[in-house]
C-alpha cells in the first residue's frame, strides 16, 4: 500500500479528487472485511461506499495518519454492526450468515450456488478467521498487510489464516479466492465514490468546510489560510485554525503564531477551543515559546464565557502542561467556577499543578494523601467497574511528591491493566500516558502479549512506544 502519510496530507489538501487514492488503495480491503461480517456481496459493496465517504468527511479527525487502515477497519465495522441491527435486530452477530436471494435467468443460478457455498462456507469460521481469510484472498494482502490493518502480530495472522484453511474443504479454498475476487469492488467504484462525495454537501462543523473556501479564495498555502479565517462561517475559521500547519510550519511560524493567537479571542467558543489545543500542540512552535506566550494566553480561557472552553482548557492543560500553569491563577479559576463538571476539570487540573510544581508535599497534605490513596487502592478492587475506572483517574490526580508517585501510585495504576473490565483497562492505559516515564515497562509488555481487544491493544501499544522512549536514557 501506499505511503499513508502522503494520501491523508494529500486528501486533506486537495478534497475528493485527492482522496481517490485512498479509495484505490484500500477498497478491496473495507469490502472484505464487510464481506465477512456481512454476508452479502451487494449489502459489502453499499457498506464500503458508506465507509468511504464516510472517511472523507472525518480524515481530519484521524490523529495518526499512519494508522490510515486500522481506521478505515473500525469504521467498517461499525458500519457493519449497524446495518446487521437494522436488518436482523434480534439475532447476534455471532450468528452465520447467509447471503440474500438474487433472482436472476436460469443461466446465473449455477453461478449464484457457488456463492452461496462460498459464503456458508466462511460463515462457518470464526469472526477473526473470517475476517482474516477475506483480506487475504480478496487482492492478494499480504501477511504484513493484514496484520497491520488488523493491529495483531504476523503470526496471529498465520495461525488464524491456517486454522481457517483447515475448516474450508480443500477444494473450498480455490473456490472462495476466485468468488472473492470476481465480487470485489470494480474500477468504476472510486468513480462512484467520488461522484457521491462530489454531490454531498458536507455539515457545517467539519474543519473540512475550509478546503472549498480556500479553492474559492484561490491561494494557496499560508496567505489562503489566513485570508479563509476572515471568513463570516465559524466552521471555516476553525477548519483554517485545525489545518494550517499543513503549509510549511517552519516557514511559516510567524503567520502560524499570529493565526493561533487571534483565534484565541475569535466570536465563536469552538473555534476558540480548537485554538486553544492547537497552541499547545503544534509542531511549527517550540515549547519554549508556548511557555513564554501561549500557555499565559490559554490560561485566560479558564475564565472564558463558555462553560465548553473552560471545561477543555482545564483538560488541555493538564495534559502535559500543568508545571507551566499559574497555580493561584488555577485556584482562583477553580473557586470562580459554579458549573460542577467544569469544576471537576479544574480540581483536576490544581492537582496536576500542585504534584508538577511542588518539591516536596507538605506532611499535612501528604498524610491526607495516604488516607486518600488507602480508600482508592480498596476502590480498585470493587466489583463495579465504574467505580475501579474513576479509581485510576482519581489515584494518578493525587498531588504526592514525584518519589510516592512512581513507586507507589503508578504502580497501583499499572496493575489495572489487567483488570477483567476492557474499559478499566483501557482507561489505565489511557491515563498511564501522561506517566509513561514511570511506568513498569514489564508490567505494559505482559498486559499487551494478554490483550485481545483491538482498541485497548492500541492504547497499550502508544503506552509502551512513549514508555520506552522516555525510559531509554536512564537504562
Request: aromatic share 6%; net charge positive; charged share 30%.
Amino acid at each position: 500500500m501506499a505511503d499513508d502519510l502522503e494520501l491523508v496530507a494529500n486528501a486533506l489538501a486537495g478534497g475528493p479528487e485527492a482522496f481517490a487514492p485512498i479509495v484505490e488503495g484500500y477498497q478491496d480491503a473495507v469490502f472484505g472485511i464487510a464481506v465477512a461480517r456481512l454476508g452479502d456481496f451487494h449489502l459489502a459493496q453499499d457498506v464500503a461506499q458508506q465507509v468511504f465517504v464516510e472517511a472523507f468527511q472525518s480524515l481530519w479527525r484521524l490523529r495518526d495518519p499512519g494508522r490510515l487502515g486500522p481506521w478505515l477497519r473500525k469504521l467498517t465495522l461499525c458500519r457493519c454492526a449497524d446495518c446487521l441491527r437494522a436488518r436482523r435486530p434480534t439475532a447476534p452477530l455471532e450468528d452465520p450468515m447467509r447471503a440474500s436471494p438474487e433472482p436472476g435467468p436460469h443461466e446465473r443460478l449455477e453461478r449464484q450456488e457457488v456463492r452461496r457455498m462460498v459464503l456458508d462456507a466462511i460463515a462457518r469460521l470464526g469472526k477473526a478467521q473470517r475476517e482474516t481469510v477475506a483480506l487475504f484472498y480478496v487482492n492478494g494482502y499480504s501477511l504484513a498487510e493484514v496484520a497491520a490493518m488488523q493491529e495483531v502480530p504476523v503470526g496471529t495472522v498465520k495461525r488464524r489464516l491456517h486454522d481457517g484453511r483447515q475448516k474450508l474443504k480443500e477444494e473450498l479454498v480455490g473456490m472462495v479466492e476466485d468468488v472473492l475476487k470476481s465480487e470485489a469492488p470494480k474500477e468504476d467504484f472510486a468513480r462512484r465514490v467520488f461522484e457521491l462525495l462530489s454531490a454531498a454537501r458536507p455539515r457545517q462543523d467539519w474543519d473540512l468546510a475550509v478546503l472549498p473556501e480556500l479553492r474559492r479564495i484561490g491561494h494557496e498555502g499560508i496567505e489562503g489560510y489566513l485570508r479563509a479565517f476572515q471568513s463570516p462561517h465559524p466552521a471555516v475559521r476553525r477548519g483554517a485554525v485545525n489545518l494550517v500547519e499543513l503549509c510549511e510550519a517552519a516557514r511559516n511560524e510567524e503567520a502560524i503564531a499570529g493565526l493561533l493567537k487571534a483565534a484565541l479571542g475569535d466570536p465563536s467558543r469552538t473555534v476558540r477551543t480548537t485554538a486553544a489545543k492547537k497552541c499547545l500542540s503544534a509542531s511549527a512552535i517550540s515549547d519554549d515559546r508556548k511557555r513564554r506566550e501561549f500557555i499565559p494566553l490559554v490560561v485566560g480561557l479558564l475564565f472564558d464565557r463558555a462553560k465548553m472552553v473552560r471545561w477543555q482548557v482545564a483538560r488541555y492543560l493538564a495534559q502535559g502542561w500543568a508545571a507551566d500553569v499559574p497555580w493561584e491563577q488555577a485556584v482562583r479559576a477553580l473557586l470562580d467556577e459554579q458549573n460542577p463538571v467544569v469544576r471537576a476539570a479544574k480540581e483536576s487540573l490544581l492537582r496536576a499543578i500542585l504534584a508538577a510544581q511542588a518539591p516536596q508535599v507538605p506532611a499535612a497534605r501528604e498524610e491526607a494523601s495516604s488516607e486518600r490513596i488507602a480508600a482508592l487502592r480498596k476502590a480498585l478492587a470493587d466489583p463495579d467497574q465504574s467505580v475501579r475506572k474513576q479509581a485510576v483517574c482519581d489515584l494518578l490526580g493525587e498531588p504526592v511528591g514525584p518519589g510516592r508517585k512512581a513507586k507507589e501510585v503508578v504502580p497501583l495504576v499499572a496493575g489495572m491493566l489487567a483488570d477483567r473490565a476492557r474499559k478499566v483497562r483501557w482507561r489505565a492505559a489511557y491515563e498511564l500516558y501522561k506517566w509513561a516515564d514511570l511506568v513498569p515497562l514489564a508490567v505494559v509488555e505482559k498486559a499487551l502479549r494478554a490483550e485481545n481487544h483491538p482498541r485497548v491493544r492500541g492504547e497499550l501499544q502508544k503506552l509502551l512506544k512513549k514508555a520506552r522512549a522516555e525510559q531509554k536514557p536512564r537504562q
